[in-house]
């Protein structure tokens, strides 16, 4: 029995050898992994996906590979086993000072509580959230971040090896090679039960602790358990459990609640008995020495040179053959199902191991093979000619024309079939009638772009590239239909049933008809359809995209299912198809699949989660989600999804909104969203992926002052305010009349602040309204370096404005970042110049605030302007006699009177102007006086010059 069991697991290798290399995905250097060399693998409790390798430790969420190496703090590159936890842990375990584990991207590491020495963990126990490291003499426990030891020596005995062990009874386990015998202790060192291990547990023995009940030992050749708490020894050799002599780097792993066992020849997981089940064989081929089953049943696969092959559970049941081989038709002949593989050969399929043999060796381009009934023979169609095999005999075949042979003709005929007592090959460009005795070539029928021809209804029907046709009295006639002109290119036609035929186009679908009607197939439109299979009520279509399967239901075909690269296809481009009971077997231009009809697709999706979220680089969590209004805030998350699904099966893009402001799901391709300046309120982050969805609650507080009471407050104390100073004013005035000369003086003063706070809002509304100008534009750049140069002028107005009189230096800085506004405005139509006497001291100089200003804006809003071509403004500033400032403000504009020309209400600014040097000269402080001239009044565009002539008093 075991022998028997040694030879089918021997078989099965060989099955897998051969069609090993299209299941699987490999991950490599050139995929993203820092090396080919991985030592094991592993799955943590979110379900990311660990390899580790000797140049450091990564994870993979499907899609992409995150590095940890001493960069990232690891202490050791060279990591060469890791346990997750249910806390979400990975620990590392390497040759080093340190040993840690990684969470949230963040690696931790900590020493030996003597510092000197270097941890070495041959082995490790992992009792749930707790790791220990164990090596030759010692086991270790992490406390106040520092490695502990326990001795793993309880008493001198230097025959036994001794084990710390984690249970509530047995304290440490005594192996003695020397006597074979397996001796367990408690915790006062009393002996509890002692077994026997010969042949059992020897010095290359791995071992370690699975949960608080068992201690397990592997080798090459067996693998036992002791149960701590009844003591019984069970000792297992894998001759016996899966007919496999010896194995290579065997390991036993805790995979959630599962037992799995590994090594270089399969992986498998253990019954409540501790018997092999479901073994997975490696194809010798990969060199694997690693087997991990994950949670979703995929098999992924460690190497040390070639790095990492996952394969999906989906294509685990489906068998590949002749990989990488076109295969150009499948024929169900005599009971047996033909396979026409290019520059192979014909092969018979066996249903029991699915298997293919070879029955025609031929290294050229085979056509197919079709049954003739009513010649009772088989005829094998290639390049080279026929080959006809009639009762076990077989007789190659020539085609003649005239008596003589014709190898030219051999080469063409694609496909055979009886019609009105004689035989009939098609070929590209016709159809020849044959005598199905000789093979003498009767007629040569042209009709090119022929695909396919079928007996139906005692019609000869030809498809080809321009519809239908029939061959009646060896004359071609085209098939009409009543309910539409077709004309479409077909490739195939079949037998649908006595009535009707199925109709295969290039790029149009397919049709169902009854040669005076046609209807399409509903949801093969635009598809390149090859081939398809009929077989009951069901129809396979094999397409471009796949294989189509419809069913005949209330006397109407639906689409119930299709098979692509997702269900295990070698290629979506299918040449031909043929299914069985059970099977689905799919050739194409890669190599054949046999998948089991039934095979449901499986999402690999497991899990999506939000793994950042900040306000303004502050957390946001459960315990840390309410936060104080800040003006600009930024609030970004960042999110993930661990997916292992086939690439089409992936969704890289996400679904997002931020509620209440955002009602509709935004898509993004990226894993990163932001948001900027958000209002106090309650808002809720969502994020969807496929079918999982998951969402972050947090708060913006308003501050005092943003709060509803304290606006009702303002308005309370604003309306009383505006009271006692309508009050005190009422009696200001009365004390006023009584001080005339003092009123006079005080009106002076503010007036002059009322006309400047007059000015600010018509200089204001020039600038918003260039602003403006851009945005409607769409010139969002200019539109930004403006603004940005507008709040520093503004800024500088607001500070310069308090004062009734500024430095010469700053009103020239104030005048610079005015014009440089201006000019981003009027772009190249406006160019200025600022003059500045080096005899002037302008820090020291004096003079009223914002009277420069309004007469260069008039300068350039109705002398520039107005003007048809570009124009300049010139500001000079010059030293007069003694403390005299003169300055002149020159345009070459339209001129003051084609300005006035333009404007019925003239400029006001003007006005203003005059009024502020009245009031100015009238309060005995300032001496100013202003003029007006035209450069040019001989021209049209005269030009205006504007000169101030200022002395502080």
């Known amino acids: ?54 140049k450091g430790m990564v994870r993979y969420n499907g899609k992409t590979f995150k590095t940890f190496t001493t960069k990232q703090g690891l202490p050791n590159n060279d990591v060469w086993d890791a346990f997750p936890t249910p806390d979400g842990k990975i620990w ?31 082995y490790t126990i992992q009792l749930n959230n707790n790791v220990y490291p164990g090596g030759p003499k010692n086991v270790y426990h992490l406390k106040d971040n520092v490695w502990h030891s326990y001795k793993n020596t309880p008493k001198a005995n230097k025959y036994e090896d001794y084990t710390k062990v984690f249970n509530d009874k047995v304290a440490y386990l005594g192996v003695s090679f020397e006597d074979e015998s397996l001796t367990v202790y408690d915790k006062k060192n009393n002996l509890l039960s002692k077994s026997s ?75 409540k008995d501790l018997h092999i089940i479901n073994p997975f064989i490696f194809p010798l081929e990969l060199n694997v020495h690693f087997g991990y089953i994950d949670r979703q049943n995929t098999i992924w696969l460690s190497t040390f040179t070639n790095g990492v092959y996952k394969l999906p559970r989906i294509k685990q049941n489906i068998a590949y053959r002749f990989n990488n081989e076109k295969i150009q038709d499948l024929k169900f002949i005599e009971s047996h199902l033909i396979a026409s593989v290019y520059n192979k050969g014909f092969f018979k399929y066996n249903e029991i191991n699915k298997t293919f043999q070879s029955y025609i060796v031929s290294n050229d381009y085979n056509f197919g093979s079709v049954y003739i009934d009513s010649l009772k023979r088989t005829f094998f169609l290639k390049k080279s000619g026929l080959i006809s095999e009639s009762n076990g005999k077989r007789d190659i075949i020539n085609f003649t024309t005239s008596g003589k042979q014709s190898l030219y003709i051999n080469s063409l005929v694609k496909k055979l079939t009886f019609f009105n007592s004689n035989l009939y090959g098609i070929y590209s460009f016709g159809i020849f009638k044959i005598d199905s005795k000789t093979f003498n070539i009767k007629k040569d029928i042209i009709l090119k772009g022929s695909n396919d021809f079928l007996v139906f209804k005692s019609r000869l029907i030809i498809a080809t590239n321009n519809g239908l046709k029939e061959l009646e009295d060896d004359t071609i006639k085209k098939v009409d239909f009543k309910n539409k002109n077709f ?24 049709y ?55 269900d295990g296809l070698p290629n979506n481009n299918v040449n031909t198809v043929y299914a069985t009971e059970k099977d689905l077997i799919i050739g194409t231009n890669n190599g054949l699949a046999i998948i089991p009809i039934n095979q449901t697709r499986k999402d690999l999706l497991i899990d999506v989660f939000i793994n950042e979220a900040t306000y303004n680089q502050q957390q946001i969590s459960k315990s840390n989600s309410v936060f104080d209004y800040v003006n600009n805030n ?82 309370g104390v604003s309306v009383f305010v505006v009271a006692l100073i309508s009050r005190f004013f009422v009696k200001r005035s009365q004390f006023k009349k009584n001080k005339k000369v003092f009123e006079d003086k005080r009106l002076i003063e503010l007036q002059l602040k009322a006309l400047r706070s007059q000015m600010n809002p018509h200089f204001v509304f020039n600038s918003l309204a260039a602003i403006q100008f851009y945005i409607n534009e769409n010139d969002f750049e200019a539109s930004e370096r403006y603004l940005v140069k507008f709040s520093k002028l503004i800024r500088q107005f607001f500070e310069l404005s308090k004062e009734n009189e500024i430095s010469l230096a700053s009103e020239i800085s104030l005048l610079q970042s005015y014009l440089e506004i201006e000019k981003l405005r009027f772009k190249e139509k406006l160019n200025f110049e600022i003059n500045v006497d080096k005899n002037l ?24 302007f107005n003007k048809e071509d570009n124009g300049i403004v010139t500001v000079n500033f010059k030293k007069g006699e ?72």
């Open 1 to 54: 029995m075991k022998q028997n069991k040694l030879h089918i697991t021997i078989y099965f290798l060989l099955i897998w050898s051969f069609s090993f290399a299209q299941q699987y995905t490999n991950y490599a250097t050139k995929d993203g992994l820092p090396s080919n060399h991985v030592y094991t693998i592993m799955q943590d409790a979110k379900g990311f996906m660990w390899f580790l390798t000797d």
């Open 841 to 864: 001291y302008i820090e020291d100089l004096k003079i009223p605030t914002m009277t420069l200003q309004p007469i260069i804006e008039n300068a350039i809003n109705h002398g520039i």
């Open 512 to 566: 169902i008809s009854d040669l005076k009607t046609n209807t399409a197939l509903d949801n093969s439109e635009f598809l390149i359809v090859q081939d398809a299979f009929i077989n009951e009520d069901n129809i396979w279509l094999a397409t471009n995209s796949g294989v189509l399967r419809y069913r005949k239901i209330n006397d109407k075909y639906k689409l119930i299912r299709y098979y692509d690269v997702n």
């Open 92 to 122: 590392y375990m390497s040759k080093s000072a340190r040993l840690g584990y990684i969470e949230n991207d963040s690696v931790y590491s900590f020493p030996s509580k003597n510092r000197e020495e270097t941890l070495n963990p041959i």
């Open 197 to 271: 291990t010969k042949h059992i547990i020897n010095q290359n023995s791995t071992k370690g602790q699975i949960g608080d009940s068992l201690f397990f030992w592997v080798s090459e050749k067996s693998y036992s358990f002791l149960n701590l708490k009844t003591f019984v020894l069970k000792s297992f050799k894998f001759k016996d459990e899966v007919g496999i002599e010896t194995l290579k780097y065997p390991r036993i792993n805790l995979v959630g609640n599962s037992i799995q066992i590994s090594g270089d020849r399969f992986v498998a997981t253990l019954n």
């Open 634 to 715: 930024t609030i970004q998350f960042k999110f993930e999804s661990i997916d292992f699904s086939e690439d089409k099966l992936k969704n890289a893009d996400y679904l997002y909104k931020l509620e209440p402001l955002q009602t509709n799901w935004e898509n993004t391709a990226i894993n990163t969203v932001n948001f900027n300046n958000l209002k106090p309120g309650d808002y809720t982050f969502n994020i969807h992926n496929k079918s999982i969805s998951k969402k972050i609650r947090f708060k913006i507080e308003a501050l005092w002052w943003q709060t509803l009471w304290f606006k009702i407050i303002i308005v």
């Open 487 to 510: 004309n479409k290119p077909i490739l195939s036609i079949k037998p649908l049933s006595q009535t009707e035929i199925l109709i295969n186009t290039d790029g149009y679908g397919s």
């Open 882 to 953: 003694g403390d005299i400032v003169i300055v002149e403000i020159i345009d070459d504009g339209v001129g003051f009177v084609n300005t006035k020309k333009g404007h019925r209400k003239g400029v006001k600014s003007s006005s203003v102007l005059k009024d502020r040097l009245h009031f100015l000269n009238n309060s005995k402080k300032w001496n100013i006086s202003y003029t007006e001239e035209e450069l040019h009044p001989e021209q049209y565009e005269k030009g205006n010059k504007s000169t101030f002539i200022m002395q502080k008093l």
